[in-house]
């Protein structure tokens, strides 16, 4: 299994979302920055805080221009159910088999019995900028994506202005 590293080019995906539909990732390269999270299950105490923080900086992450993205390996009907109790406006995306988590290499922690969550903040071009791990720090995987996102809309914003 190899670890995606920043300045890697993430693999090209699709999985089923939250309400059924597939999601192709490459849909969004060019237009958005990502920020990927892997978490390890719907309904967890740690992986609802996680989401609910993520839910409650989503204008913010708009605002930089970026789409935030959850993936575990629980149902599509698991995401809908998680995403509905607990308000989320972002997409879920169902990794049954873990195929997307072993493309980019997430490691599992516990002697790898239990999934891993690392984050990617990834720039429109597909290439990964950051990566943040940590099984423990739920809610500063959503501070360290945002800080990063916003300082890349800087980016973004003084090359236009260089361009004009």
Known sequence: MNKIQVGDTIPSFTLKDQNGNDFDISSLLGRKKLVIFFYPQDGSLNCTREACYFRDLSDVFDEADAVVIGISSQSVESHKEFADTNRLKYTLLSDAGNIVRKL??????VFGLIPGRVTYVVDRSGKVVYIFDSQTE???????????CLLLKRTDVSQINQKT
């Open 104 to 109: 980019f290499g997430v490691p599992g922690k």
């Open 138 to 148: 739920t809610q500063r995987h959503a501070d360290e994506a945002l800080k990063i």
